[in-house]
């Protein structure tokens, strides 16, 4: 009702109500603009981005093992370690590597055995946790560095079920 008696009072009441919008639209698109223009500058040159979980150049296995499944699950597959040209140490699980992903997270494990021995109130220093699985097929982690001679084993673990899903001996 306030509006209508303004209306009403204010001749110009359309004119200001429209500059109001074409106002907003204008520093609507001012912002994007110069968003575009401080975001998208080109000072620093070509950007060129690296994907540094796959290796570069020639993958060089040193060791690998096939995976043996545990716990009823469909593990299985073969895992390589080995390093590309660069120098930079990987794990590989192969096109062929499958297990049980419905569960919630799959670990998986440098270890000096087989078995999964979990010490939560000191640790284990025969365990590396080095990644989880995030598919199946081929996969890759890169790893900080060689992992020690003592690891001969991958093992993967679900922590949901508290279950190994296998291992593979490194040889």
């Known amino acids: 009702m306030i509006q209508l008696i303004f209306q009403n009072l204010n001749p110009n009441y359309l004119k200001i109500k429209l500059m109001k919008r074409k106002f907003a639209m204008l520093s609507g698109i001012l912002s994007v603009f110069a968003f575009v223009l401080v975001s998208c500058s080109d000072d620093d040159g070509e950007t060129i981005t690296i994907d540094t979980s796959v290796p570069v150049g020639t993958f060089q296995v040193s060791r690998e093992g096939s995976l043996v499944a545990e716990s009823g699950t469909p593990t299985q597959g073969t895992v390589q370690l080995g390093v590309d040209s660069q120098g930079t140490n990987f794990l590989r699980f192969a096109e062929n590597f499958t297990t049980e992903l419905g569960t919630g997270t799959v670990a998986i494990y440098?270890?000096?055995?087989?078995?999964?021995?979990?010490?939560?109130?000191?640790?284990?220093?025969?365990l590396r946790l080095i990644g989880n699985v995030e598919n199946n097929g081929e996969m890759f982690i890169r790893l900080n560095g060689a992992p020690e001679a003592k690891f001969t084993h991958v093992i993967l673990w679900c922590a949901t079920a508290n279950i190994p899903f296998g291992n593979a001996e490194l040889q």
Do not use: M
């Open 110 to 126: 440098f270890s000096t055995s087989d078995t999964y021995t979990a010490d939560p109130a000191n640790g284990n220093p025969d």
